[in-house]
């Protein structure tokens, strides 16, 4: 029996696959590649950013401690190993504006025109 969210995320594939506007679709999953979930994919970007942004961040959305997020990436492929495993990287270190801006650029980059 697959998880749910496999069960979940595999449903919402399929329905942007049968629409003809859906141009990508972007599945965000941070243990996608130890999951096996990199096959599900054509391309796999890895979103990168320095160790103090990831932590305000997540301490701004989730409210964890420096501790917390230390135990969640312990418990997750080293970064360089996912890096390894990636068809890009991308580095959201300047806000969300840059972030898509680089994204479009990448996306441009192997022929799926931004929007």
Same mark, same amino acid.
């Given at each position: 029996m697959? @998880? /749910?969210?496999? %069960?979940?995320?595999? !449903?919402?594939?399929?329905?942007?696959? !049968?629409?003809?506007?859906?141009?990508?679709? %972007?599945?965000? &999953?941070?243990?996608m590649l130890e999951a096996g979930?990199? =096959? %599900?994919?054509?391309?796999?970007? /890895? %979103?990168? &950013? @320095?160790?103090?942004?990831r932590l &305000?961040?997540?301490a701004a959305r989730s409210g964890w401690s420096e501790e917390e997020l230390a135990a969640r990436e312990?418990?997750?492929w080293p970064a360089e190993r996912k890096m390894a495993a990636a068809h890009a990287v991308v580095v959201n270190d300047a806000g969300p504006e840059e972030l =898509?801006?680089?994204?479009?650029? *990448? *996306?441009?980059?192997? =022929?799926? @025109? &931004?929007?």
């Amino acid at each position: 029996m697959l @998880p /749910y969210i496999r %069960v979940r995320a595999e !449903a919402a594939l399929a329905a942007a696959q !049968a629409d003809p506007a859906a141009r990508f679709v %972007v599945l965000d &999953a941070a243990v996608m590649l130890e999951a096996g979930w990199d =096959g %599900v994919c054509d391309k796999v970007v /890895y %979103v990168d &950013a @320095p160790r103090e942004q990831r932590l &305000a961040r997540v301490a701004a959305r989730s409210g964890w401690s420096e501790e917390e997020l230390a135990a969640r990436e312990a418990a997750q492929w080293p970064a360089e190993r996912k890096m390894a495993a990636a068809h890009a990287v991308v580095v959201n270190d300047a806000g969300p504006e840059e972030l =898509g801006r680089r994204l479009d650029e *990448l *996306l441009r980059h192997w =022929g799926i @025109p &931004a929007g």
